[in-house]
């Protein structure tokens, strides 16, 4: 597609579930980013893909968080057993490239989360 | 790690006014240095970078200025107008994972 594409855009969900937030990253982009947007506050990085090598995961809060990238196209972020600190907006980017030459990122509309 | 403080966290102007926005950073590294606009319910838009070995960088209204001898970048929007009003996040990138500036709020009153 033309542009980062994130699904669902919006997701309420009650304290306790498990939730899968999806982006679809600009095709050719091999460097694909989570964030996570607190109301009014910077961007908070998640977890970092690049090609085929490990995922970069310093940032996941904690060991409810998780992600993977499939065919090194699709990026699915899941969290477990919700909290309601987890709300917030998640904003996935990709870009050309990562390790040798920085790009900007292109990003998604993102998917703000409720958790109740 | 590297830090990145952006100034001022919120800025008011009268449409036609110029705005400026100044990051610092800490990482002598750092090679590459975007511009974001993040504009209410959206994710935020590249609208502008500058690499390590240029000064200054423009495009139409806004520009971006670098010395690095000081390790500070500047966004300068001149004849500001209302579609100018966002979020404006500066970032620092010398590996992969750029540092952002925590943003400042720009408010252009017609």
């Known amino acids: 597609g033309a542009g980062v594409s994130q699904s669902p855009s919006n997701k309420v969900t009650e304290k306790g579930k498990d939730v899968e937030l999806r982006c679809d990253p600009i095709s050719g982009h091999t460097a694909l980013y989570w964030y996570r947007q607190s109301l009014g506050q910077g961007l908070e990085f998640l977890i970092y893909f690049q090609g085929n090598s490990a995922p970069d995961k310093s940032g996941l809060p904690s060991d409810r968080f998780s992600a993977e990238r499939t065919g090194g196209s699709v990026s699915t972020l899941t969290i477990q057993r919700t909290q309601q600190e987890d709300s917030a907006v998640y904003l996935c980017?990709?870009?050309?490239?990562?390790?040798?030459?920085?790009?900007?990122?292109?990003f998604g509309s993102g998917t703000r989360l409720t958790v109740v | 790690g590297e830090n990145v403080e952006q100034h001022p966290s919120t800025l008011s102007v009268q449409e036609g006014d110029s705005a400026v926005i100044k990051c610092t950073y800490s990482?002598?590294?750092?090679?590459?240095f975007p511009w974001y606009k993040q504009e209410l319910g959206k994710g935020p838009q590249l609208i502008i970078d500058i690499r390590s070995n240029v000064g200054e960088k423009k495009d139409q209204r806004i520009a971006v200025t670098l010395n690095k001898t000081a390790k500070h970048f500047s966004l300068h929007i001149t004849e500001t107008q209302p579609e100018d009003s966002a979020v404006y996040f500066c970032a620092s990138g010398g590996s992969y994972i750029p540092t952002f500036g925590r943003g400042t709020s720009l408010i252009v009153h017609p």
């Open positions: 980017a990709s870009s050309l490239s990562g390790r040798h030459r920085t790009y900007g990122y292109t």
């Open positions: 990482d002598s590294a750092s090679n590459y």
